[in-house]
């Protein structure tokens, strides 16, 4: 059965006070240089489906239950056992 | 200047109240056979640097300051434009 890591922000348009306060603390702590940070959800699951009907319930999922279609987007990709950020 | 997603995660060792929270809540709302539910952080940052220093810069701001080591591990990998949840 295929992993599927779902990768969750803010839409671009929207202010992410917690990416902002990360991109702030780095310089304090001594890492330079960093731009651009955005935080959200990262969720890895195993789903009992392939091909179409994968990417039809995933998506149903997202968009009904995983996230906030008005504020955030999402991407997913399937993922083999090396690639879970648990590994 | 590369874009950089990383992913966090409890260990697996570690129970995680929210992914089980997920994984409960689905089949009541009609989806039906997801299992192994994780949930976790995804932050995606521009980084002023390349190759071998990249990740060096990348695994010590992941160590020292984006997750708590004792009990999550991390996966962090380049993304170009199109990939980006934000996309």
């Not at 991109?23 to 009992?48: C, M, N, S, T």
Request: proline share 5%; hydrophobic share 45%; with cysteine.
């Amino acid at each position: 059965m295929p992993r599927v890591a779902v990768d969750v922000l803010l839409k671009r348009e929207i202010l992410d006070p917690q990416g902002r306060a990360v991109e702030e603390a780095l310089p304090g702590l001594g890492y330079e240089g960093v731009h651009e940070v955005r935080v959200g959800k990262h969720l890895e699951l195993v789903v009992e489906a392939e091909g179409e009907e994968l990417a039809a319930r995933v998506d149903a999922m997202c968009q009904g239950f995983l996230t906030n279609p008005v504020i955030e987007s999402y991407r997913w990709r399937v993922i083999d056992e090396s690639e879970r950020a648990d590994a």
